[in-house]
C-alpha cells in the first residue's frame, strides 16, 4: 500500500518563500510528482523527482530523499495566484501507470 | 485545442438514475485514467485503460464501469446512483513508458446525486 502525507493548509505573505513536504510510504517508488490546482479547475503538473536532490524551475523547485521517503516542494517569491492547493503523488514502481496522490496542502497567500 | 475534454462538465441527477461521463483526448496518449475527488479533495484513481486494455482496477462498486471504444475515449458509466457518488470526476491521459511523463487532466466533472 502507499500512505502519502501532506499537512492540510499554510499560510503565507506575497513575495515570501513557503515549503510544503511531503512524506510517503510506499511498497515501491518509481517517482514522484507536485501538482497544482486551483479552486474548481483541473490538477496541472508542477515537476518530477526521480533521483535525490534538487529540481528547479523557476520559481519552484522540488527535492526528494528516497531514504527518508520525502520531499518538498519550494514556492519563491510568491504571489497572490498561487493561492491553490498542491498535491503530492507518487508513481508506483510495478506500474508505471499506477500514480496515488496525498489529500493535497491548500496554500493561501496573504498581501 | 483541448487536450483532455470531459462532457457534460455538471451533472445533476436523483438516486437510481444511471448516468454517463465522456472523456477525450487528442495528445495521442496511450494511457486513460478515471479519478474521483471527494468533498475533502482527495484524489483517488479509479481506472487505468492502456491501449484500450483496462490495467488498473480500484475497488469501486461495480456500478461503475469504464469503456474504451479506442484509446483517445475513456468514458465512465455509473448504474443505480447513490448519495456517495457525489463528486468531482476527473479523467487524464498520460503516455506510456517510463520517465518524466506527467499525467493531463481534463477539466472534471461535478456531479451532484439528490
Known amino acids: 500500500g502507499q500512505n502519502i502525507d501532506q499537512p492540510t493548509e499554510m499560510t503565507a505573505t506575497e513575495g515570501a518563500i513557503v515549503q510544503i513536504n511531503c512524506t510517503y510510504q510506499t511498497s515501491g517508488f518509481n517517482g514522484l510528482f507536485w501538482y497544482q490546482q486551483h479552486a474548481g479547475e483541473a490538477p496541472t503538473f508542477l515537476s518530477y523527482n526521480v533521483l535525490d536532490g534538487l529540481e528547479e524551475k523557476g520559481r519552484f523547485s522540488s527535492f526528494l530523499s528516497r531514504s527518508k521517503g520525502y520531499s518538498y516542494l519550494l514556492l519563491k517569491e510568491l504571489q497572490m495566484k498561487d493561492s491553490a492547493s498542491y498535491l503530492c503523488?507518487?508513481?508506483?514502481?510495478?506500474?508505471?501507470?499506477?500514480?496515488?496522490f496525498g489529500a493535497g496542502t491548500r496554500l493561501t497567500v496573504k498581501p | 485545442d483541448t487536450a483532455v475534454s470531459q462532457t457534460p462538465k455538471y451533472l445533476v441527477t436523483q438516486m437510481g438514475n444511471d448516468k454517463s461521463i465522456k472523456c477525450e483526448q487528442n495528445?495521442?496518449?496511450?494511457?486513460m485514467y478515471w479519478y474521483k475527488q471527494d468533498s475533502k479533495k482527495f484524489l483517488k484513481i479509479m481506472f487505468s485503460y492502456n491501449n484500450k486494455e483496462l490495467i488498473i482496477n480500484e475497488t469501486v462498486p461495480n456500478r461503475f464501469s469504464p469503456k474504451s471504444p479506442d484509446k483517445a475515449h475513456l468514458n465512465l458509466h455509473i448504474n443505480s446512483l447513490e448519495l456517495g457518488d457525489s463528486a468531482v470526476y476527473f479523467c487524464?491521459?498520460?503516455?506510456?513508458?517510463?520517465?518524466?511523463?506527467?499525467?493531463?487532466f481534463g477539466p472534471g466533472t461535478r456531479l451532484t446525486v439528490t
Open positions: 487524464a491521459s498520460s503516455p506510456r513508458g517510463a520517465g518524466n511523463y506527467e499525467q493531463y
Open positions: 503523488a507518487v508513481r508506483d514502481e510495478w506500474n508505471n501507470n499506477d500514480m496515488r
Open positions: 495528445l495521442g496518449h496511450d494511457t
